[in-house]
């Protein structure tokens, strides 16, 4: 009898078709669902079309020269010019004559690159530290927990401060991962709870009684649990850096010798009191709303996805999807 039975090989593309299909595609169809989640991608794409906007006008190419595309703020305009009033500038000058679109929009690069190498290390080195800890237990889980709670102790934004003036950064990418330098720690210790209550699913215990190795667990049975709360909390670092790297500049923390910077042109109004003479209060409210467009459209996508953590909402997906299969079977092929 045993002899006659068929072996089915699985193939490396199918496993690999599996995984994106489980881990990628039905999350992301369960999200997209949530007009939140349309409305949040939206506004993300279309900064991140302007950063590239920016890039291309500033970056050299092997056999290209230099591509302007937008001019940068110069300086060569009207003195304070309120928006909308020449459409060579359309959001205005600065108290120098700077175009305020053009600063807007050479800001833009810096920022999404803060927040890049900001919000991926502090959600890496917390999903690394988090699920290391909550799964190995016993000394790994004592020592790691130990680091954590010691960083959340440490006041966030005066450590940034100090390590921000002594360093001195002048890369973007450094000045991201310095502002979320402990801002890991709270994560980790949220995640090693989660792991404490996936490492005890009777899934989890049947790979380790067969022998599978532990980063095979890790990879395939514990961090798929853990992806759409990783997702949101990417988020939340995200709109973090954001916040916190315009408050330093703002405060001038952080040196700078253009006018393009958010925080920066934000000290820029603040400091010719935008807030009492409305004349030049666009100086302060124009680079405010890219601020708050841009946290906008990053709560949203995260809020659109915490419908993955309602096993109920997915569950329906499913069960919605087979449904019509169905049905295509029954009415489009004939009835059974």
């Known amino acids: 009898m045993f002899a006659e039975s068929e072996f089915t090989e699985v193939t490396t593309s199918q496993r690999l078709s599996e995984v994106f299909t489980q881990s990628i595609y039905e999350p992301f169809v369960v999200a997209w669902e949530d007009w939140r989640t349309k409305v949040g991608l939206t506004i993300i794409s279309l900064y991140l079309v302007i950063g590239t906007i920016a890039w291309v006008s500033t970056s ?50 810096r920022m999404l690159q803060m927040i890049l190498a900001g919000a991926v290390f502090a959600t890496a080195l917390a999903t690394v530290v988090g699920t290391l800890a909550g799964y190995k237990g016993g000394l790994t889980e004592r020592s790691l927990m130990t680091i954590s709670d010691v960083l959340m102790t440490i006041p966030g934004l005066p450590l940034v401060i100090v390590l921000i003036v002594l360093i001195d950064p002048s890369s973007p990418y450094l000045i991201g991962i310095i502002i979320v330098v402990n801002a890991w720690a709270g994560l980790a ?45 990417f988020t939340s ?82 069960n919605s999807k087979k449904t019509d299969d169905d049905e295509e079977i029954t009415t489009g092929g004939g009835a059974l």
């Open 60 to 109: 050299e190419f092997l056999v290209l020269d230099r591509i302007t595309i937008i001019e940068p703020a110069r300086g060569d305009g009207p003195i304070r010019l309120a928006p909308f009033q020449d459409w060579s500038y359309p959001l205005g000058t600065d108290m120098i004559g700077r175009d305020l679109l053009a600063a807007m929009i050479h800001a833009t690069p």
């Open 189 to 233: 210790r949220t995640i090693h709870s989660q792991v404490l209550t996936i490492r005890e699913h009777s899934y989890v215990e049947a790979s380790r009684t067969m022998g599978v190795g532990t980063p095979t667990i890790i990879r395939k049975d514990v961090l798929p649990n853990l992806m759409p709360y990783i997702l949101i909390n």
């Open 237 to 318: 670092m995200a709109r973090r850096v954001i916040y916190d790297s315009v408050a330093l500049y703002f405060l001038g923390v952080i040196s700078v010798q253009t006018i393009e910077n958010w925080g920066v042109m934000m000290n820029i109004g603040y400091e010719n009191n935008a807030l009492v003479i409305p004349e030049v209060s666009h100086l302060l409210f124009v680079p405010m709303i890219f601020v708050v467009g841009l946290s906008f459209g990053l709560i949203l996508f995260s809020q659109g996805t915490d419908r993955l953590f309602n096993p109920r909402v997915r569950a329906r997906g499913s």
